[in-house]
């Protein structure tokens, strides 16, 4: 869904034609509804939920406010809608102060359905507000019926590629047909979707601002379409529309399929298909009410002759701009030199062998690769409007400095690890090659470090066309993880402006700020929000740069809640958890990754395969949702009868990948101990998800199998004594944060999990599986200020540690490089500078440290419970003495803003209209606790709930609000270090 400039045009029109006065209300007292979304966009164009949901916030200046009832209009035309008619859909007043999730339920909608819709709510007094700025959606092509365009590709009659020692990189296609617009033209739709990638023009003009649409799925069984209103972009009388058609992750070299020789005849390309092939329909609708489509079909042209001579994901893109035709998506051009497109149907399937391994049919056996006959050839995937966010350009960076290298080449550092690809401007003779390759790091010696991208080529060519004026050049149809790019063949010493960085990742609206009193914290933010953008790209992956680049379902579940403190991934991972479901195994579990294009080793990890559950739980948590619970049922309860039929004795199994706590600090945690608690974690979220959608005997048949697998976990691993058998760190925190320790023994469990840090050295020991819960768990038995101290920690393994050596970004291993070692250290093949999974500490950053959390799910009640680091407890950096943090939740915007000096405590909160929140603050009594300046009780709807333990638990409507709590936070009792 792409929001086309004509959308924007008719509801400019409407918010003038409605007076657009609905913000003015929130002067009045009266509650407003802003922020309108369908289906977590805004005006979103060919969606295909036929009951789709709906939302806004709705805000007020006076405290306290909330939505009394709403009433939603829903119409066919934005006249009806000025004229406050909802011909399809008028729920009438509804009492609820529900603002999101409401589900559509109005007249049937059908393909090519246009909505405009409003929204009206009433205050708590019963004061209505105006009408909201109207919004909209389009529904997309809702039967295959609806498609008269077919899938046209190129000829190839190139053989199945099988060498494994060299790269075969084709051209990328470009297909154009000319037609005529006979009439005036009312409104212009396109329709398109690729097994490919493709890119779109318009007489000249892009079409859209995507990349690597329409994104990757299990093209064997599924793919989607965009559409976009390009009503702006038909003109009357002759158009020409063109397309770009690259490989794309359909066949292009995908994941580690060549480096670890699986795939199609090894080689880690043509996965899905051998060649790449496109569908659009263009649908104009005239001024007279008459229409007429324009598909794709064998009257288009086409041509591999194009400027771009390669194009690849992973190995990057070629383009000889002599070769470059700028008129060739226009109407004048004269494609007779091209060839005619092919019906992508027509094209006899090739035979080939495909590679990957399989599990093995005897127990302590391990997995073997197999070849198997496959034909690779055209198959009519089923097709689904695009949920998700579009990858797009959102940033520009310019290089901070130019450093020339001995053999005349340039490296342009931009100061930022990230993941995109770069805008180049270059003056050379017609022909001229400009080589460029991309790295994360350079070598001490000064040259590009590009070992830790293994198969993935990363590098782009131009060739130049010999314009006198200079001539730009930006690659479609690849990207690259990166910092350094090193240009070759430039001409003259470059200016730093040579070179300009584009930031691409899928564009999910960030949606936090955090600032606090430790600088190294401020960085450890901004890397984790660095490292989640060049990682969400169309997919959660694990690097953006080496060959890799996949839907690690483990880093996923690790990551999720904190992404959703970062920004708005509900749509996001409504796409994934489609290729997630769809990626299940015969066994019933879920893999190592998805979409899952061949399987390595076994086909799931332990705490991998849960993600499967725990994506889903934490998307409801932070949004409401759940449908998504809805839509991951099916496959989520296949899913539980594999953890079930796996169970020996209630608890979990040894076999699979052997992760475990990936990248742990020597600390083996077993698996069947870490598969246990994950066991027993996924059915615990599955009796709360069940019970959520009303699946009242199967959430009790959930909480069931949770306490079996938890008395068989205590019966085996809990000692009287708090001791757990499996001594590291990683096994303390999941049995606290999964609570499968008996309550009396919690306070024992949770002392001795201190005691491992400090005799540790104060120092984690923990991998990605244990490091995720560490921080969490220990704030809440007690030991906050140890979980602050690991945080503001600079000593190896810390997050400061790696900032101390550089990082702009989250690392896969703490000590990827080093000051002192260089990249010494580790396998370099294994060393990625991009790797967001240590960054799940931004979940305790935001819940805990800020103390913004959701009570419940959705936001509708909030916990602000911010957790100081007492004064003297960090004997290496000051603690942590201010914090200020924003989230915009589904309900609204929540900030949390806390300072401590000398023992008093100032908290400054907002909470969202039509929500309420417990505030929980340090506290010595009532008496030394102040709202606003004034005693607790003397604020309207204020209200003091608990003091207990010097905590006091407030309740609070919405609003902003000061609190000041004096003699609050105690000197600490124990001092952490971790120097040596
Ligand atoms: C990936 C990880 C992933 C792991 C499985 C790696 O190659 O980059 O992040 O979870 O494999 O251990």
């Known amino acids: 869904m792409v929001n086309g400039s004509g959308t924007h045009r008719v509801l400019l029109v409407l918010c003038l034609a409605l007076g657009a006065g609905a913000g003015a209300s929130a002067d009045t007292g009266v509650v407003a509804a802003e922020r309108l979304r369908t289906e977590y966009h805004s005006n979103p164009l060919g969606i295909d939920q036929i009951q789709p949901r709906l939302s806004w916030i709705v805000r007020s200046d006076e405290p306290g406010q909330r939505q009394s009832a709403y009433r939603v209009l829903v119409a066919s035309t934005p006249e009806l809608l000025a004229a406050d008619t909802g011909d399809l859909w008028d729920t009438g007043r509804v009492e609820s102060s529900q603002t999101a999730q409401i589900v559509y339920g109005g007249s049937e909608l059908g393909s090519r359905a246009r909505c405009f819709w409003k929204v009206q709510a009433w205050d708590h007094q019963g004061r209505p507000s105006p009408w909201s700025e109207a919004a909209s959606w389009s529904m997309g092509l809702l039967d295959d019926a609806d498609w008269s365009a077919s899938y046209i590709t190129h000829e190839d009659k190139s053989p199945v590629f099988k060498k494994t020692k060299q790269l075969y990189l084709p051209p990328a296609n470009q297909f154009r047909k000319a037609f005529t617009a006979g009439k005036q033209v009312k409104k212009a739709t396109l329709y398109a979707t690729a097994l490919g990638i493709y890119e779109l023009y318009l007489n000249g003009k892009r079409v859209g601002d995507a990349y690597f649409a329409p994104g990757w799925s299990d093209y064997n069984q599924r793919a989607y379409y965009q559409t976009y209103d390009v009503s702006e972009l038909v003109g009357d009388g002759d158009n020409a529309l063109g397309i770009w058609l690259a490989e794309g992750w359909y066949s292009g070299y995908v994941g580690f399929g060549l480096l670890t020789g699986i795939g199609t005849e090894k080689t880690g390309r043509a996965t899905y298909g051998k060649t790449p092939s496109v569908m659009a329909q263009l649908e104009i609708e005239y001024t007279d009410g008459s229409r007429e489509t324009i598909g794709t079909d064998d009257s288009w042209r086409v041509t591999s002759d194009g400027p771009?001579?390669?194009?690849?994901?992973?190995?990057?893109?070629?383009?000889?701009?002599?070769?470059?035709?700028?008129?060739?998506?226009?109407?004048?051009?004269?494609?007779?030199?091209?060839?005619?497109?092919?019906?992508?149907?027509?094209?006899?399937?090739?035979?080939?062998?495909?590679?990957?391994?399989?599990?093995?049919?005897?127990?302590?056996?391990?997995?073997?690769?197999?070849?198997?006959?496959?034909?690779?050839?055209?198959k009519r995937p089923r097709l689904e409007a695009f949920p998700g966010n579009p990858v797009r350009v959102t940033e520009e960076i310019e290089p901070i400095r130019v450093l020339p290298r001995p053999n005349g080449a340039y490296i342009f550092d931009l100061g930022q690890n990230f993941a995109g690809v770069i805008r180049l401007k270059v003056k050379g003779p017609a022909g001229h090659r400009i080589g460029l390759r991309y790295g994360e790091m350079l070598h001490p010696d000064g040259r590009l470090m590009t070992e830790n991208l293994r198969k993935a080529r990363a590098q782009d060519a131009y060739l130049c066309k010999g314009d006198p004026a200079g001539e730009t050049y930006t690659p479609r149809f690849t990207f690259h993880g990166f910092q350094y790019v090193e240009v070759t063949g430039l001409l003259a010493p470059p200016q730093p402006s040579a070179v300009t960085g584009l930031v691409l990742h899928s564009d999910t609206p960030m949606v936090s700020t955090f600032e606090c009193s430790d600088p190294m914290v401020n960085k450890l933010f901004s890397n984790i929000r660095w490292t989640q953008r060049s990682n969400f790209i169309d997919l959660?992956?694990?690097?953006?740069?080496?060959?890799?680049?996949?839907?690690?379902?483990?880093?996923?579940?690790?990551?999720?809640?904190?992404?959703?403190?970062?920004?708005?991934?509900?749509?996001?991972?409504?796409?994934?958890?489609?290729?997630?479901?769809?990626?299940?195994?015969?066994?019933?579990?879920?893999?190592?990754?998805?979409?899952?294009?061949?399987?390595?080793?076994?086909?799931?990890?332990?705490?991998?395969?849960?993600?499967?559950?725990?994506?889903?739980?934490?998307?409801?948590?932070?949004?409401?949702?759940?449908?998504?619970?809805?839509?991951?049922?099916?496959?989520?309860?296949?899913?539980?009868?594999?953890?079930?039929?796996?169970?020996?004795?209630?608890?979990?199994?040894?076999?699979?990948?052997?992760?475990?706590?990936?990248?742990?600090?020597?600390?083996?945690?077993?698996?069947?101990?870490?598969?246990?608690?994950?066991?027993?974690?996924?059915?615990?979220?599955?009796?709360?998800?069940?019970?959520?959608?009303?699946?009242?005997?199967?959430?009790?048949?959930?909480?069931?199998?949770?306490?079996?697998?938890?008395?068989?976990?205590?019966?085996?691993?809990?000692?009287?004594?708090?001791?757990?058998?499996?001594?590291?760190?990683?096994?303390?925190?999941?049995?606290?944060?999964?609570?499968?320790?008996?309550?009396?023994?919690?306070?024992?469990?949770?002392?001795?999990?201190?005691?491992?840090?400090?005799?540790?050295?104060?120092?984690?020991?923990?991998?990605?599986?244990?490091?995720?819960?560490?921080?969490?768990?220990?704030?809440?038995?007690?030991?906050?200020?140890?979980?602050?101290?690991?945080?503001?920690?600079?000593?190896?393994?810390?997050?400061?540690?790696?900032?101390?050596?550089?990082?702009?970004?989250?690392?896969?291993?703490?000590?990827?490089?080093?000051?002192?070692?260089?990249?010494?250290?580790?396998?370099?093949?294994?060393?990625?500078?991009?790797?967001?999974?240590?960054?799940?500490?931004?979940?305790?950053?935001?819940?805990?440290?800020?103390?913004?959390?959701?009570?419940?799910?959705?936001?509708?009640?909030?916990?602000?419970?911010?957790?100081?680091?007492?004064?003297?407890?960090?004997?290496?950096?000051?603690?942590?003495?201010?914090?200020?943090?924003?989230?915009?939740?589904?309900?609204?915007?929540?900030?949390?803003?806390?300072?401590?000096?000398e023992g008093r405590f100032e908290l400054r909160v907002q909470i969202p209209t039509n929500t309420t929140a417990t505030v929980i603050l340090p506290a010595a009594d009532e008496a030394s606790i102040t709202v606003d300046g004034k005693a607790i009780d003397s604020v309207q709807g204020v209200s003091l709930v608990s003091l207990d333990n010097g905590q006091a638990a407030i309740a609070v409507p919405s609003g902003a609000y000061r609190f000041v709590s004096t003699n609050a936070v105690p000197a600490a009792t124990r001092t952490f270090s971790a120097k040596p």
């Open 308 to 378: 771009i001579r390669a194009a690849d994901l992973l190995m990057g893109e070629e383009y000889d701009a002599t070769r470059e035709n700028s008129a060739w998506s226009t109407a004048g051009f004269d494609a007779t030199p091209w060839g005619p497109a092919i019906l992508a149907e027509d094209v006899p399937a090739a035979d080939a062998t495909f590679y990957e391994f399989v599990n093995p049919k005897k127990h302590g056996e391990r997995p073997k690769v197999k070849g198997r006959p496959v034909k690779l050839g055209f």
């Open 540 to 901: 959660p992956t694990d690097c953006p740069q080496r060959d890799e680049r996949m839907g690690w379902t483990g880093d996923a579940q690790i990551y999720v809640n904190a992404a959703t403190y970062n920004a708005d991934v509900a749509a996001f991972f409504t796409k994934w958890m489609r290729e997630l479901m769809e990626s299940q195994r015969p066994s019933g579990v879920f893999p190592g990754y998805a979409p899952y294009p061949f399987q390595h080793g076994w086909d799931f990890g332990s705490a991998w395969c849960d993600a499967g559950v725990i994506c889903p739980w934490t998307i409801w948590q932070a949004y409401g949702d759940t449908r998504i619970i809805e839509e991951c049922w099916g496959p989520m309860t296949v899913y539980m009868d594999w953890r079930r039929s796996t169970l020996k004795n209630g608890l979990g199994i040894t076999q699979g990948n052997p992760w475990g706590d990936w990248l742990s600090q020597g600390a083996r945690t077993p698996f069947d101990y870490i598969d246990t608690v994950y066991a027993a974690q996924s059915a615990r979220m599955m009796s709360e998800m069940a019970a959520a959608i009303g699946r009242q005997t199967e959430a009790e048949e959930y909480a069931r199998l949770l306490d079996r697998v938890k008395a068989s976990f205590i019966k085996k691993y809990v000692g009287e004594d708090g001791t757990l058998g499996i001594e590291t760190q990683t096994a303390y925190a999941l049995a606290l944060s999964v609570d499968l320790v008996p309550e009396e023994l919690r306070p024992l469990v949770a002392t001795k999990l201190a005691d491992k840090i400090v005799d540790n050295g104060a120092r984690m020991s923990t991998g990605f599986i244990g490091t995720r819960p560490l921080l969490p768990v220990l704030s809440a038995t007690g030991n906050n200020d140890l979980a602050a101290f690991l945080l503001q920690s600079h000593e190896f393994p810390s997050w400061g540690y790696e900032i101390d050596q550089g990082a702009t970004s989250i690392w896969e291993r703490w000590d990827s490089y080093t000051r002192e070692d260089g990249f010494g250290r580790h396998n370099a093949a294994m060393n990625s500078f991009s790797h967001y999974s240590f960054g799940a500490v931004c979940e305790w950053m935001f819940g805990d440290l800020a103390g913004i959390r959701s009570d419940g799910p959705g936001y509708e009640r909030i916990i602000i419970r911010p957790q100081p680091p007492a004064p003297g407890s960090n004997g290496d950096h000051e603690p942590i003495d201010w914090v200020r943090a924003s989230y915009d939740s589904i309900r609204g915007p929540i900030k949390s803003a806390w300072s401590l000096k």
